[in-house]
């Protein structure tokens, strides 16, 4: 696997959407070291959307999940969530995923990260906006401990091959996709491809 890749020149200003403060984040658990430190699975959720399919996921296995989003809506929506059921095993941060992970996630600490159908940024001119890059999937390689994986999922067909090479790249070895989803639950953005009748793409990588 590759390592010490920096960061892309253009990183810090692409990845920013209209009117957010790049220099700041939220987060709604002030004990998230106590959670990463407690014996069950250490689950990363980026781009939980509305956060239904969060929710089904902690619903069935209660491990600790550290969730990511950008819009207000999803946020809002599972802070209630965990406010009516009382959880405490679940942070929910509000900013970048990449920066977030970077500052706030100690290395080696994480079982799991979940990507489920991230923006595929279509046109050849906007792909350096897409999450998974060398410098991204090296950072996530750095916070999973060893066993660990990484399940990107996507309906995209040009998405999933262009980030299948990418795995390849980074880890030195030929990647299959995935024909078992595990326990990922249907998403909006599953729904919605599947009206379209596009086939839907996992891929699980284990470091």
Known sequence: MMSDIKKPKFYSNHRYRQGQNKNQYSESNSNLKDILLNDRLNIIDIGFGTGTSTKSLYSSDKNNYICIESYMQGINNLKKFIKINEIENMSVFHGDAIEILNEEIPDGVIDEILIFFPDPWPKNKHHKRRIINLYTLNLFFKKLKKGGILHFATDHIIY???????????????????????????????????RRKNFIFDLVVKK
């Open 160 to 194: 999933a091959y262009d980030t299948k090479s990418m795995f390849e790249e980074f880890t030195g070895y030929k990647q299959l996709f995935n024909s078992n989803r595990r326990k990922r639950p249907t998403t909006n953005y599953e729904r919605r491809g599947l």
